[in-house]
């Protein structure tokens, strides 16, 4: 079975201040990794993923995470927050395709807050 | 990119009732779509996975005969809660899949309001 940790249910930071929003994982197998982004009222939108291959992964909106298995860690940054950050990020976590498990698991989101 | 739509977007109803929720995938065949249910202020809580043309698999807790989930196309699946209560009140979110290696793209949600 895997699950998601994600430390700190709300981050405030100045706008163009760096983000760090955290998350661990722990998995049996090596996972698929993801950050989501969620604004008020709507579905998820993919910010980024990991798979295989490069453990540093650039997604949308200057947003990139790092996968670091030492550390069982897929933390998301963005060098300069913008007040359009302002929203719930969610990490999650899969088996890789395959192993049988398909379903996402889902940490329990990080609101962001941008501070003018 | 892939777009995931779902509808309505918000729907209120009296106890007792019951609702359909669609989700479909609007530029690419979805062989599986997944439902997940989300209250206020916390996590994405998977409910069902189903694949075109079979069954649906439900999670650990949700009732089958109470989320009805059909996957009749490769566009189209629908959720519907049937006699509805005040608890079933929430935001269902549907999600979907080509392959079982690609990425799940999400719907924008369905707030449903149990009168």
């Known amino acids: 079975a895997q699950s998601v940790t994600q430390l700190g249910s709300h981050v405030s930071v100045s706008e163009g201040a760096l983000v760090l929003l955290r998350c661990n994982y722990s998995?049996?197998?090596?996972?698929?990794l993801f950050w989501y982004v969620q604004y008020p009222n709507q579905g998820l939108q993919l910010l980024l993923k990991?798979?295989?291959?490069?453990?540093l992964v650039k997604g949308i909106n200057g947003f990139e995470a790092e996968f670091k298995k030492s550390e069982t860690s897929f933390h998301l940054t963005k060098p300069s927050a913008h007040m359009s950050d302002a929203a719930e990020y969610f990490c999650?976590?899969?088996?890789?395709?395959?192993?049988?498990?398909?379903?996402?698991?889902f940490g329990t989101g990080t609101r962001l807050t941008i501070i003018p | 990119g892939a777009v995931v739509s779902q509808h309505p977007s918000r729907v209120i109803c009296k106890s007792g009732t019951s609702v359909k929720i669609e989700c479909r995938s609007l530029?690419?065949?979805?062989?599986?779509m997944f439902w997940y249910r989300q209250f206020p202020k916390q996590s994405l809580m998977l409910m069902a996975t189903?694949?075109?043309?079979?069954?649906?698999?439900?999670e650990q807790g949700v009732e089958k005969d109470k989320f009805l989930i059909n996957h009749a196309s490769l566009t189209l699946s629908t959720l519907t809660v049937t006699s509805a209560h005040p608890e079933d009140s929430s935001f269902y979110i549907c999600?979907?899949?080509?392959?079982?290696?690609?990425?799940?793209?999400f719907g924008p949600g369905t707030r449903l309001l149990v009168l």
């Open positions: 999600s979907a899949r080509r392959l079982a290696r690609e990425t799940q793209y």
């Open positions: 998995s049996s197998v090596p996972p698929y």
């Open positions: 990991y798979t295989t291959g490069a453990t």
């Open positions: 999650a976590v899969r088996l890789t395709p395959g192993v049988g498990n398909e379903k996402l698991t």
């Open positions: 530029d690419f065949q979805a062989t599986t």
């Open positions: 189903s694949n075109e043309g079979s069954k649906a698999t439900y």
